[in-house]
């Protein structure tokens, strides 16, 4: 299986920092389902979104982390691995299967950096992200 290239990492859409790197610790802001510079996913999955199109989000958000921490880390090279993954996904008070939502962004990682890939995570459902997006992803790593 081909993996998908990495995007150009995305400029933060605040004054922040889009990765921070501590005492070996790193830590990637939330990055979202962004593509060709533009918010590829808008609304909330179970209303506005369909699962498929939330896991779609989730995707694409992944490979604007991976982007981060290559940017950062040297093109890898400096990465032991990741820590945890925090994914936010905007849904219907309804809808209960952001796991398996956010099982697409953790595939995108394990993929794309193997045994370095593996990390911890927690699902939240949120009724509304910033700028309307459908989900939001974040990610803590240790640097060697």
């Known amino acids: ?19 921070i790197i501590r005492r ?14 533009a918010l590829a996913y808008l609304g909330r999955v179970g209303i506005e979104r369909t699962p498929e199109e939330g896991a ?9 982390v991976l982007a981060q921490i290559y940017a950062a880390t040297e093109g890898f090279e400096e990465l032991d691995g990741l820590l945890r993954l925090d ?3 905007a849904s219907a008070d309804a809808f209960h299967a952001q796991p398996a939502i956010l099982d ?3 595939e995108v990682l394990r993929d794309h950096l193997g ?9 939240f459902a949120v009724s ?9 992803l974040a990610v803590s790593f240790v640097v060697r």
């Open 115 to 123: 045994a370095k890939g593996r990390h911890a995570r927690t699902a």
């Open 24 to 37: 070996g610790l790193g830590f990637v802001s939330g990055q979202f389902p962004i593509k060709d510079d």
């Open 87 to 89: 994914g936010y996904i």
């Open 128 to 136: 509304r992200l910033p700028l309307d997006a459908t989900v939001e």
């Open 56 to 64: 779609e989000a989730c995707r694409l958000a992944a490979l604007n």
């Open 104 to 106: 697409a962004a953790s």
């Open 1 to 19: 299986m081909a993996l998908a290239p990495l995007p150009t990492p995305p400029a933060p859409a605040g004054g922040y920092a889009p990765v």
